[in-house]
């Protein structure tokens, strides 16, 4: 069998004769089952009552900013007879806006903890309880008109956002067969554009955006989060983290054969995988955190490729984006109304090709697909940054700006948008994942902030230049990208670990071999036949 083989020469380091061998993953690609219902029903649960909300949260806020802060200003009249005047007013929005984003990075830190400490399924389940506290904050801050409700919601609310966007992706990708990581790994991103494209039409003046119904639009999502945290029970815990943090590995195989439909017989290649994981975890170190995984220097490159694809993702523009687009419909002569259903109709472009994804994800490379976005991704911010200068010195140009606009999310959503979400599950083995995922979250959430706390004034003093400059991040990330990222389709994740253990020394796109023990493994040719 060709996983004993590859036993054989990782743990021994004598391989029983030398030659290309290829990747157990090859095999189980092809024989191993695809979706099957509980593994669908992990994918509906997790998208529509974890993601969503993170999404929804990000984009229900803006549309009913202006009614929500005449409730901050009435209520501080009302409570401390305090009459706040336009600064204050901007700078208290501001702070209830962003508060969410840094409970966003919080939460991922703690997510790294939870996920180990008492499971990947739990760790959404907690992450559902505390959206629904947000919720109720939500619910009764109009009725019991206080500010500081609207706070502890977004607090909570990014709370639960920060453990979803670390757990979730994990916990899929450790559920799916090897042919299905990547499309799993992408339903992640698709919760949140979904989430966000609910949130901006819910959030419309005539629904729910308005005086009456604005602690129901930003409640909304608490309901789904109630939903999942009903039905998480049922759903099987990752068989990676029983398996190798657990330490358990019949209640693993149990789990496996639950979640596959299948029985033990038919998965001999896959629990052979979790047994040569477990005996990687064991050699590189049983216990594993965040100060470990920063202060391992094999694990450094890794670390700096996930954070650096999940900040770059929102440094690139994307929130700056979908702000300036309803002000490039309106100058293109199109209604404030008509402006609103053309973000809209961007948010669904955005959709399109999240679901899209799910598809190219299985047959196409990751670091193909992530190279080709960076680099269109780059060529609309141009265009872009060029229209919106000269805008108002040629009549076609808004149209122009338009393409941009539509172009630039086409693009992004291709691989920037999903790919750093799940890139870290296949980098990283067992051990040290939940850390490095928490950390590339943070890093996500901290690229969100810093690009709203900085693109309002960029927008004001720089207008087109601040394009340019989105532009110049996604160059910088290309660069590192394209000398560093290995394909991980088909690859264990010791395979991409030997690949990338000497830093910045490592050639992942030179080296044919990967030393393994004190054996030579010759790394199979992985391109995936379907694909073009």
Known sequence: MESRRESEILFSGHPSRVGPQQSPYQDISIEQPGWTKLLILAGIVTVLGSSSPVGYNIGVINTPGAVIKQFCNESAASRYNSNLNSP?????????????????????????LLADKIGRKRGLFVSSCLGVISGLMFLIS???????????????????????????????VELAPPKLK???GVLCPLG??????????????????NEDYWPYCLALPATLQAICALIIPVLPESPKYLFVIKKNPPLAIKQLKRVRNSNEESLTDEIEILRLEDQENIRLGDTWNIKKVLKSKSLLLPILLVCSLQAGQQLSGVNA????????FRKAKLSTNSS?????????????????????????????????????????????????????????????????ILAYVLCYGLGLGP????????LFEVGPRSSAMALGSMANWTGNFIVALTFPIMNEHLEAVSFFIFAAIAIGLL????????????????????LLEHGFKSKPLVAETAVIGNGVHELSNLTDKSCI
Not at 369 to 380: A, G, H, V
Not at 393 to 402: A, N
Not at 419 to 426: L, R, V
């Open 182 to 184: 990547g499309a799993v």
């Open 142 to 172: 109009k009725s019991l008109n206080s500010i500081e409700l609207l706070f502890i919601g977004r607090t909570f609310g990014g709370l639960s956002a920060g453990l979803i966007t670390t757990i979730m992706p994990m916990y899929l």
């Open 340 to 404: 609103e259903w053309a973000t809209i109709g961007t948010g669904c472009c955005n959709i399109f090709m999240a679901s899209l994804a799910v598809q190219t994800m299985s047959c196409c490379k990751r670091r193909t697909i992530l190279i080709t976005s960076l680099i269109l991704t780059t060529i609309c911010l141009m265009i872009l940054g060029l229209s919106i200068k000269f805008i108002d010195v040629f009549d076609w140009m808004p149209y122009l700006c338009i393409f941009g």
């Open 479 to 498: 660069i590192f990208v394209r000398n560093y990222l290995p394909e991980t389709k088909y690859r264990s994740a010791a395979e991409v670990f030997r």
């Open 192 to 209: 949140v554009t979904l989430g966000i494209l609910i949130g901006q039409i819910l959030s419309m003046n005539k629904i729910l955006g």
């Open 88 to 112: 204050q007013l901007d700078l208290l929005w501001s702070s209830i806006v962003s508060i969410f984003l840094i409970g966003g990075s919080i939460g991922s830190l703690t997510g790294s």
């Open 321 to 328: 984006v979908f702000y300036y687009s309803s002000d490039i």
């Open 419 to 426: 790919i750093p979400y799940f890139i870290g599950s296949e």
